[in-house]
């Protein structure tokens, strides 16, 4: 795959994992586990492009005695989101070309 559209596919999904809840490396890691594998390395670069972008903000609380870093969706966040389910019209209607191309032989 495409590793520039891989990469959109991978900032959005992880607002998506913090879109109705705060949630933080770990938890977003697993919950995206059925769907993707992520390192966390690549997690966390991910984050942190997408805080650059202000798409989401981070907070520091403690939890069992440790600090741990929150993520928050902002509203630039949840319009990434709702244009990136626009452009997959177009990449679906794009796929159904391909593969009728492919049917057609």
Known sequence: MDIQLKRGLLDVCVLAAIKSADSYGYKIIKDLKPYVELSESTLYTILKRLETARMLTVRTAE??????????????GVRRIEEFKEEWKEMKAIASFIAKEDSDE
């Not at 939890?63 to 630039?76: N, P, Q, S, V």
Request: hydrophobic share 30%; proline share 0%; aromatic share 14%.
């Open 63 to 76: 939890h069992c005695g440790r600090l741990r870093k929150y993520y928050h969706i902002t509203a630039a």
